[in-house]
């Protein structure tokens, strides 16, 4: 659980399978859900929070299924139907999740609290700023090799270039976060702990590499500067002013990764001229 959370850097959360069930009524949700030992993963006065999505399933109604479930974890842990478990909104909440998929019920605790994309570094951003996650996948499937330049013309609050610095250094996307998991009363906050020294432990630090991010708005560029120093990656890219057009008479090489100005974000340019310096630049650069 721990490791999941601090090293995954393209889920958006992490769970914990407690039950899995074929279902086709409330009373086989219910009971599904009361096999369960709650009072193990629940604290005293613990809020509970259930989300509920059903797919392709004959239990359609998303809040008669988490009535239900909600009902029949109160029912375990007080051993009476008709009873009130008491919540106090002081104390942290418990996430629980229920797929309905074909029949087939599954109840996931929520390992990770925050979505996992939240890494804590970006405390400041434009308008329709990528997600982490996002960002890193794409960082991923580029095949960029971390010898080799890398560049986003685009890059906005630096979150593409950001998480290829962290890539490239082995930077686990959660090591600066808390998870809902270190919180729960029956795994120990230690196994974060050791999991989080670890991975400082693995990050590089005697290499260079030529990561870079340029925007032509200097608000974007002085955000995704403050946002790489939180990250801990400000000696490793570099941000600039810089408007796209300049690179239509540049040669590139490594790669280019970026999440072109769309919808909101496109006020400031004329989509048609963009999109064909982006058309020049790539046919020009046949190695990106």
Known sequence: MAELNVWIRTGNRVYLVLAEKRTRSFDEIFDATG??????????????????????????????IQKTIKKAIVTKITGDRESILREDDKVRGIHIFALIRENTLLLLLDTSGEPLHKRGYRTEALEAPIKETLAAALVMLSGWRYKEPFLDPFCGSGTIAIEAAMIARNIAPGIERSFAGEYFPWYSADFFKQVKAQAKAKIMTDRTYAITGSDTDSEAVRIATNNAKRAGVADTVTFSNKDFKEYVSEYISGALVSNPPYGIRLQDYDLDLLYKDISIVFTKNTSL
């Open 35 to 64: 096999a369960i030992d709650w009072r193990k993963y629940i604290p005293k006065d613990a809020p509970i929070i259930v989300d509920a999505v059903s797919v392709k399933s004959e239990l359609e109604s998303i809040p008669a």
